[in-house]
């Protein structure tokens, strides 16, 4: 399952650069996390803010 809520199944994920490349972040699986297609494209929505919990989960934000 990609998040609480979402029923897409994790073999249909992408892995989501927690920490992006561009800021250090490795391409390795301890930096990832898997997403649906519609989350992970929110993870990159300018509209929404993305906050990685210790437990792994993610959580979506709307900026205001």
Known sequence: ?????CERPFAW???H???PRGHGGGTDL??????CG?????AHDPRFDLSHLP????????RR
């Open 38 to 42: 519609f989350h992970h494209r929110r």
């Open 17 to 19: 650069h927690a920490q």
């Open 30 to 35: 301890d930096n990832g996390v898997p997403l």
């Open 13 to 15: 994920c992408d892995v």
């Open 55 to 62: 437990t792994g989960e993610v959580r979506y934000h709307r």
């Open 1 to 5: 399952m990609c998040r609480e809520g």
